[in-house]
């Protein structure tokens, strides 16, 4: 059965004063005709229903000024007016109910968690998931042996980082958990690929990576002049 404009529209308002609660015995009588004659005023009424449970769930939050001018502003132009038909009305207060739950969802949203940063505010802040991290640190200063001795971790193994200053050439006994390792003439590397003067790191493989300590020796000529312990930390 066709439709009139004035039809559409009275239907509307039947919907309406139902989920408004404002329905009396006539109307919702009427109402309860068109619902069992017609399964598209069925469908409209299920939609309603669902917005507005939507709608009736989400906290009253005051939106900014902004934001419903910029939802508005993005919005595509058209100059031709689309001719009104059985579903146009309806589309329209759906659309419109759409924007308002997008609305309330944002202002909610933003609301609990907060304004988040642009990627270019956090850009260089999180360090590689790769790269080493020290464990612990001792300094030498015997009068021999001058600097410090870093113990780091990365992924794959343990290492060591040297950064010390020594008069002659100082060889390493590194020692730990039955694994043994000798570094020879610590303290006087000055080539490109081991970084600048007295700067060296040696990766340290076999060597467990929680739990144990790291003995070092400092020998010098073949003498000992220097001794330090350095401690992993246990894996969890």
């Known amino acids: 059965m066709a439709r009139s404009d004035m039809t559409d529209s009275a239907l509307l308002e039947l919907l309406h004063a139902e989920i408004d609660g404002e329905l009396d015995g006539q109307q919702r009588g009427e109402l309860a005709r068109h619902l069992l004659a017609d399964p598209e005023v069925r469908a409209l009424r299920e939609e309603f229903q669902r917005l507005c449970a939507a709608l009736d769930a989400v906290a009253d939050v005051e939106p900014p000024l902004e934001l419903p001018q910029s939802i508005l502003a993005a919005l595509p132009q058209s100059t031709m007016r689309p ?32 304004l988040r940063p642009s990627p270019s505010d956090v850009a260089g802040t999180m360090a590689p998931a790769d790269a080493p991290t020290t464990v612990d640190t001792v300094r030498l200063d015997n009068g021999v042996v001058l600097g410090r001795v870093s113990l780091y971790r990365d992924r794959r193994e343990l290492g060591l980082r040297f950064e010390v200053s020594a008069g002659a050439p100082v060889d390493v006994l590194v020692a730990s958990d039955g694994h043994t390792l000798r570094i020879n003439g610590v303290g006087r590397q000055a080539k490109p690929a081991q970084g600048k003067p007295g ?22 000529a073949g003498r000992q002049v220097g001794s330090a312990t350095l401690r992993t930390v246990a894996d969890r």
Do not use: N
């Open 199 to 220: 700067v060296l790191t040696v990766a340290l493989p076999g060597f467990r990576m929680g739990g144990q300590t790291v003995d070092l020796t400092f020998l010098m």
């Open 83 to 114: 001719a009104w038909s059985w579903w146009s009305g309806p589309r329209l207060r759906y659309a419109a109910v759409i924007v308002a739950v997008l609305i309330a969802g944002t202002v909610v949203y933003e609301s609990l968690h907060g």
